[in-house]
């Protein structure tokens, strides 16, 4: 697939920018990228501690959907975590490319419509280069 700027994209690899291909289907939902805690200090200064993470989830989808989207970032129902390039929208305010591990834990379940809750944590994101 053509890689497109505005588009969440994925590459199997660290610092693999030129081979990112759009997902598809893309996340209905991006969570807001955040640290593993914040320090608080006696000066009342406060700094952020840990490794920056999100979540991209997918709703209303059939289990072949699931193990689509699973192949594009290398994982599986049988393979939980895969190291990965990807292009996300930072904190709203524009996309850019970042070396993460993706991680699957399944939480997905039926529901009227289809599977929902289908989730995907990107860990310890860090710019590729």
Same mark, same amino acid.
């Given at each position: 697939? $053509?890689?497109?700027?505005?588009?969440?994209?994925?590459?199997?690899? !660290?610092?693999?920018?030129?081979?990112?291909? *759009?997902?598809?289907? @893309? %996340?209905?939902?991006?969570? %807001?990228?955040?640290?593993?805690?914040?320090? !608080? !200090?006696?000066?009342?200064? /406060?700094?952020?501690?840990? =490794?920056?993470?999100?979540?991209? +989830?997918? *709703? /209303?989808?059939?289990?072949? +959907?699931?193990?689509?989207?699973?192949? =594009?970032?290398?994982?599986?129902?049988?393979?939980?975590?895969?190291?990965? *390039?990807?292009?996300?929208?930072?904190?709203? $305010?524009?996309?850019?490319? !970042?070396? $993460?591990?993706?991680?699957?834990? %399944?939480? +997905?379940?039926? *529901? =009227?419509?289809?599977? @929902?809750?289908?989730?995907?944590?990107?860990?310890?994101? +860090?710019?590729?280069?």
């Amino acid at each position: 697939m $053509a890689y497109t700027s505005s588009l969440y994209a994925v590459a199997a690899g !660290y610092n693999n920018a030129a081979s990112l291909a *759009t997902l598809t289907p @893309q %996340p209905r939902l991006a969570r %807001p990228l955040a640290a593993a805690e914040l320090n !608080y !200090y006696g000066t009342g200064a /406060a700094q952020f501690n840990g =490794q920056i993470s999100t979540t991209l +989830e997918w *709703t /209303a989808f059939d289990p072949a +959907e699931r193990n689509s989207i699973l192949s =594009q970032f290398g994982l599986s129902l049988t393979v939980a975590s895969a190291e990965v *390039t990807v292009r996300i929208n930072w904190n709203r $305010a524009a996309f850019a490319n !970042y070396n $993460a591990v993706a991680v699957y834990s %399944p939480s +997905e379940r039926p *529901t =009227q419509i289809g599977w @929902q809750g289908f989730t995907i944590d990107l860990l310890g994101l +860090e710019a590729a280069s």
